[in-house]
Nanobody, 116 residues
Framework: QGQLVESGGGLVQTGGSLRLSCAASVSIFRGNIMAWYRQPPGKARELVASITRTGDATNYADSVKGRFTISRDNTKNMVYLQMDSLKPEDTAVYYC?????????WGQGTQVTVSS
């Protein structure tokens, strides 16, 4: 069974930056659209950004457009989320998964907290 492991979260002030990383097993990563999701406190999980298998196309939620950048390294089976100009409303647990997501592959996520 495959595995996804997120890292890179932390506490940052408004306007700061973080880079999240997701290590994926080959069985999950290869040939799949990968995405980042987040779950703010008390709210449902939502799609943040996605990237195609070759990395030639990306999509973003309106709330993060222009501030977040998703990328992938197919040689390392890694997916990244560069987050700039962070806002308090970006506070959430961030997860990576395929798009659409597979329930069995939800990991522990990584906590991002943006202080005002």
């Amino acid at each position: 069974q495959g595995q996804l492991v997120e890292s890179g979260g932390g506490l940052v002030q408004t306007g700061g930056s973080l880079r999240l990383s997701c290590a994926a097993s080959v069985s999950i990563f290869r040939g799949n659209i990968m995405a980042w999701y987040r779950q703010p406190p008390g709210k449902a999980r939502e799609l943040v950004a996605s990237i195609t298998r070759t990395g030639d196309a990306t999509n973003y939620a309106d709330s993060v457009k222009g501030r977040f950048t998703i990328s992938r390294d197919n040689t390392k089976n890694m997916v990244y989320l560069q987050m700039d100009s962070l806002k308090p409303e970006d506070t959430a647990v961030y997860y990576c998964n395929m798009k659409p997501p597979y329930r069995v592959y939800w990991g522990q996520g990584t906590q991002v907290t943006v202080s005002s």
